[in-house]
């Protein structure tokens, strides 16, 4: 990770083999574990004893990778991998510093017989998204992503004989079901203060591991749900690192949860009647020093033309983008108004009813200019996610999609008819409309995604829709038992 604090100053980080080397000796690292992202967004990893590096260990890598093991990556018939350690991603676990010291590298993956990387690595997408912005536009892009999740007391679930019994059960001292003296109700816990919000330790905890990996923590704070739901946001970067970040957050946030006897849930949408988790990202595009979002003759919401086209892009693709921000059936549990989630397919400033915001702070600050697309979700793969917003943004500037009129009103009260007469569309409803969506909507993606890997998301997308659709639901009993 880049970054840390030097007197009183962020600066960029940067590590070299050597610098990696001599870390690991005079820390006295008795292992490290070699990290990387299957399609899916998790982090997978082997451990590698300490004394195995050296020089050479970040010019060939390590040949421990069976690939047909991981989903997505390749058939048993072609499964040898090597994993090369990115030495920049170099960071001593926070929570092994007494015993079993470890650090962790995160590796890009190659395939075996020197035919180069793996075109299936999520990291290696993200990659190659950047190195298209700066080679086709001669730009770099910075994100900022705000990670909402659940921190639970405890959960149990059974599903496992589907024929006769599934059933689920959430404790949190915090939720409106509780025991608990001090507990808020349902969409009443936004900015909440102890004891009313038990999470501030475990978040204080999270933040301080996340600095051991060069993460900054811009802010963090409990979110409207009631039953445990916290937000926890971190300072730019460019796209590959944010990434990066974000699935070393997951690590961190599940890790310190284990430590405290909590279980910590990415899932978007845990609880009924409750606000779900987003992922809000926030992004600008940059020449050199100059943000390319930034107008400050734009009375609107100071947005450059550029800018424009950029939300134009997101807006037109934003249909099938769903099925690679929003990725699971449990999204669209999220995506449902009345909840403050995106639904309507629109643009705005300072309005959270839409799924792409113009933040408006403040004023004449260039540094500040930023789209906020407010479509994700934390069970997305963080790689592929920033990779193919980045790519609708950028087919919007190739083609000059206007985004039309901002809408300056609460979408959601606005009359079905008037949102008609205005044009305002919706995002998908379910995982299977999303990625039918990606089916006939991914020309822009091209420039970077494989077809194999849009079929691979929407195969995924069609298998796990089909299976949710399968299964008699509990509250099914409920309203249909007595017909």
Same mark, same amino acid.
């Given at each position: ?13 940067? !590590?070299? =083999? ?10 006295? %690292? ?20 300490? *004394? ?43 929570? &092994? ?9 995160? @590796?890009?993956?190659? &395939? +075996? ?11 290696? %997408? $993200?990659?190659?998204?950047?190195? *298209? ?29 589907? *024929? ?17 003296? !001090? ?5 009443? @816990?936004?900015?909440?203060? =102890? ?6 330790? *475990? ?26 739901? #916290? ?11 944010? @990434? ?20 910590? &849930? ?34 609107? @919401? ?25 990725? &699971? ?28 915001? #113009? ?23 963080? !790689? ?7 790519? $609708? +943004? ?29 044009? #305002?569309?919706?995002? =998908? ?35 796990? !829709? ?18």
């Amino acid at each position: 990770m880049p970054y840390k604090w030097s007197e009183g100053k962020l600066i960029e980080r940067k !590590y070299s =083999p050597s610098d990696v080397l001599r870390i690991l000796e005079s820390a006295e %690292i008795d292992f490290v574990n070699l990290q990387f992202s299957d399609l899916l967004g998790r982090l997978k990893q082997v451990t590698i004893p300490s *004394y195995k590096f050296n020089e050479e260990s970040f010019k060939e890598g390590f040949n421990k990778l069976d690939g047909s093991g991981i989903r997505g990556f390749s058939t048993i018939e072609d499964s040898d991998m090597v994993l090369l350690p990115d030495p920049n991603t170099f960071a001593i676990l926070p929570w &092994t510093r007494e015993k079993n010291k470890t650090a962790r590298l995160i @590796a890009d993956v190659y &395939t +075996g017989m020197g035919r180069g990387r793996l075109k299936r690595d999520p990291r290696y %997408i $993200a990659q190659s998204a950047e190195r *298209y912005l700066n080679d086709k536009y001669g730009m770099k892009s910075l994100w900022g992503p705000e990670l909402e999740f659940f921190v639970f007391d405890g959960v149990k679930w059974d599903t496992m004989n589907p *024929y006769f019994r599934q059933s689920y059960e959430i404790s949190s001292n915090e939720a409106p079901w509780s025991n608990s003296s !001090y507990r808020a109700g349902f969409k009443d @816990a936004y900015y909440a203060v =102890p004891p009313i919000d038990s999470l501030e330790s *475990y978040r204080n905890t999270v933040s301080n591991y996340l600095s051991s990996f060069g993460i900054i923590v811009e802010a963090h704070h409990h979110e409207v749900a009631a039953a445990g739901q #916290i937000e926890i946001n971190i300072y730019q970067d460019t796209l590959t690192n944010t @990434a990066d970040s974000i699935l070393t957050l997951k690590l961190v946030a599940k890790t310190v949860a284990a430590e405290m006897g909590k279980v910590a &849930t990415f899932m978007p949408k845990p609880i009924y009647g409750d606000n779900a988790s987003g992922m809000h990202t926030h992004i600008s595009l940059w020449r050199g020093e100059e943000n390319a979002f930034y107008d400050p003759l734009d009375e609107y @919401a100071e947005l450059s033309q550029l800018g424009r086209y950029f939300v134009g892009g997101l807006l037109e693709h934003s249909r099938s983008l769903a099925a690679i921000v929003a990725p &699971t059936t449990n999204s669209y549990k999220r995506l449902v108004p009345g909840f403050e989630a995106p639904v309507y397919i629109t643009w705005s400033r300072a309005n959270r009813s839409v799924i792409v915001r #113009i933040p408006a702070y403040y004023k004449r600050k260039p540094g500040h200019k930023r789209i906020e697309y407010r479509t994700p979700d934390p069970s997305c793969n963080p !790689y592929l996610a920033f990779s193919a917003i980045l790519l $609708a +943004g950028l087919d919007g500037i190739d083609k000059k999609i206007d985004p039309g009129d901002p809408i300056d009103e609460d979408v959601y009260k606005i009359p079905p008819n008037r949102r008609r007469e205005l044009g #305002i569309k919706e995002l =998908p409803r379910s995982l299977k409309e999303a990625v039918e969506e990606l089916k006939s909507d991914h020309e822009y993606l091209k420039p970077i995604y494989s077809s194999d890997i849009i079929d691979f998301i929407v195969d995924k997308g069609e298998r796990e !829709y089909l299976k949710l659709q399968q299964i008699p639901h509990p509250f099914e009993f409920e309203m249909y038992f007595n017909l």
